[in-house]
């Protein structure tokens, strides 16, 4: 399966400022100006982490593909519009959108999906929520925006996920859990040839709620190949934001190394962090695999237009 990110900012959509943008720039040019590498490919192969790409202002779009027709989506944010593009003289082609929730910056891309201007494609949403059609049409209410989701040209079709769980999709097994966030939220747990796939975002784990679900999280999450999993807050900002609806980076690596998870994928950044804040955040989560010596569990922190293969 192939894994790529086009979105994984949380809350609201966050494009690089000036400011920011003239700070790497600058950097940059020191590092270029001191280097012995004047090659400019050979020295941008050299850069730090932080200097080397932006982490993109993009809401949550994920996609999950293998070598048939199918992709699979991971939410509909501000990404979905960047996918599209993709797509956009492609004919006949179906696309399976699974929504986690109904929040903005979870739907927020769907009227700029460029698929769903074409008449020959078919989008099938996916969620348990009994109001998913109504939730979709109400976003592009006319208030809202000026073309109706009922005049949106593609075929769309809707599933309600309830008693087949897991759903079978064309070889996948797609299984959906209940997660702690205002207003509910999705959890997605995706298998196809021995290779599993998590996806918990906008979810608040706290010891009190773990403690009450902890086997079957475990049975649910447990040797997942990937767990993209929400990491909106840094430990120190979570202690001040209680019932918020997101879960710590140290949360995340403890509850990662307790389901023996291969790779744990930093998701859903806060929308005030800077690209240095998350690098700090994916430092930190690493320090923490050291001290534990549990250095087979790989941090990862998602950053638009990546990929990874399992």
């Known amino acids: 399966m192939k ?3 086009y979105g994984s900012r949380g809350s609201i ?15 940059i040019l020191n590092l270029y100006k001191d280097s012995q590498i004047k090659d400019i490919d050979d020295f941008f192969a050299t850069l730090p982490l932080e200097l080397s790409q932006i982490f993109g202002g993009n809401t949550a779009c994920i996609t999950i593909e293998d070598d048939g027709e199918d992709i699979l989506i991971l939410d509909a944010g501000s990404g979905l519009r960047e996918l599209g593009r993709k797509y956009t003289s492609v004919n006949n082609k179906t696309f399976h959108i699974l929504l986690s ?3 903005w910056d979870h739907i927020c891309g769907i009227p700029f999906f460029k698929p769903l201007y074409n008449p020959t494609n078919t989008i099938i949403f996916y969620s348990p929520n009994i109001d998913l059609i109504e939730n979709l049409k109400r976003q592009q209410h006319p208030s809202h925006f000026p073309l109706s989701f009922d005049k949106l040209p593609a075929k769309k079709k809707f599933v309600i996920l ?10 996948y097994k797609i299984f959906h ?3 702690n966030h205002p ?14 796939v998590s996806y918990a975002t906008d979810t608040e784990f706290t010891p009190e709620n773990i403690d009450e679900k902890s086997l079957f999280f475990k049975a ?27 879960t710590s980076s140290t949360m995340a690596v403890n509850l990662a190394l307790e389901w023996r998870v291969k790779r744990l994928v930093l998701f859903h950044s806060d929308p ?21 010596n549990k250095r087979q569990l790989k941090i990862i922190l998602a950053v638009e237009g990546h990929c990874i293969e399992i």
């Open 272 to 292: 005030e962090h800077t690209d240095e804040d998350m690098i700090k955040i994916l430092r930190d989560a690493e320090e923490q695999i050291k001290q534990f």
């Open 101 to 103: 929730h109904f929040h």
């Open 177 to 179: 859990i209940e997660l």
């Open 183 to 196: 207003g509910g939220s999705t959890g997605y747990i995706i298998s196809k040839d021995d290779k599993k």
């Open 162 to 171: 309830n008693e087949q769980n897991p759903y079978s999709l064309n070889g």
């Open 3 to 5: 894994i790529t990110f």
């Open 13 to 27: 959509a966050t494009p690089l400022l000036l400011n920011e943008y003239h700070k790497k720039t600058k950097a």
């Open 220 to 246: 649910c999450f447990e040797s997942s190949d990937v767990l993209i999993m929400d990491t909106q807050y840094s430990l120190t900002e979570f202690f001040s934001k209680f019932d918020w609806g997101h």
